[in-house]
């Protein structure tokens, strides 16, 4: 079954310094999301992507981050100067559609856990 | 902003037991979501609802969507080991026009064999 790919599992970073977390949706997708999960909490919607550009964002996501699909295959989250708040774990999700009703399956990759130091 | 409100936070059951799990939202939902997400895991998909008092069955699972389509819950029949995990549910987040999803804190359930 194909499935949605994050790289790294795991980034440790200083704080203030740029970290690029990438993710390979699944290939028929077109619509792709970032979510963020701090420890034992909620997944919380960042941004959502949809024709190479940003569809919908949250208050999260603030000028600090930014998204790009640099070609046909990765999707990539960049926080520019990383703050202790940050550390958390970044779930990447790809739906085929947005669908009739306005919601389709959500396929969520295995995670970046980032640290900031 | 839009909330959708998930309780218990926690549920300790021993196996054999039901569970069940409830979520609100502040306003009419579209549709409803629900995730599962293993210990170390991420959230994997289990099933959307979409119509007024729909009833939905996966095996021991069972979803329901409330009439105003602002309330769902999940009961787990006869609890197993493997159902541990936190599960969400998860409702049409802003404008909800790209799909992006709202979740509620979870309900983490642990099974005691």
């Known amino acids: 079954e194909p499935e949605v790919t994050q790289t790294p599992s795991h980034q440790v970073t200083q704080m203030g310094q740029e970290v690029i977390l990438r993710c390979v949706p699944i290939s028929n997708h077109l619509y792709f999301y970032w979510y963020r999960q701090i420890l034992g909490q909620k997944v919380e919607f960042l941004v959502s992507f949809y024709n190479n550009e940003i569809s919908e964002k949250s208050e999260i996501f603030d000028d600090q981050f930014s998204v790009e699909r640099p070609d046909g295959s990765n999707f990539t989250l960049k926080i520019r100067s990383t703050k202790l708040e940050d550390s958390a774990m970044y779930f990447c999700a790809s739906s085929y559609s947005r669908g009739a009703s306005g919601n389709q399956p959500q396929h969520f990759g295995d995670g970046t856990r980032l640290s900031i130091l | 902003g839009q909330q959708v409100m998930q309780i218990p936070q926690y549920q300790h059951v021993q196996e054999g037991e039901d569970f069940t799990t409830y979520c609100n939202s502040s306003t009419t939902l579209s549709n409803i979501q629900w995730y599962k997400q293993r210990p170390g895991g991420h959230p994997v998909f289990l099933i959307q609802?979409?119509?007024?008092?729909e009833v939905k069955k996966q095996k021991r699972l069972t979803f329901q969507f409330g009439e105003a389509k602002k309330n769902s819950s999940l009961h787990i029949t006869a609890t197993q080991t493997t159902d541990v995990g936190t599960y969400f549910c998860a409702g049409p987040g802003y404008g909800g026009s790209q799909g992006n999803l709202i979740f509620g804190k979870g309900t983490k359930l642990s099974v005691k064999p």
């Open positions: 609802l979409v119509k007024s008092g």
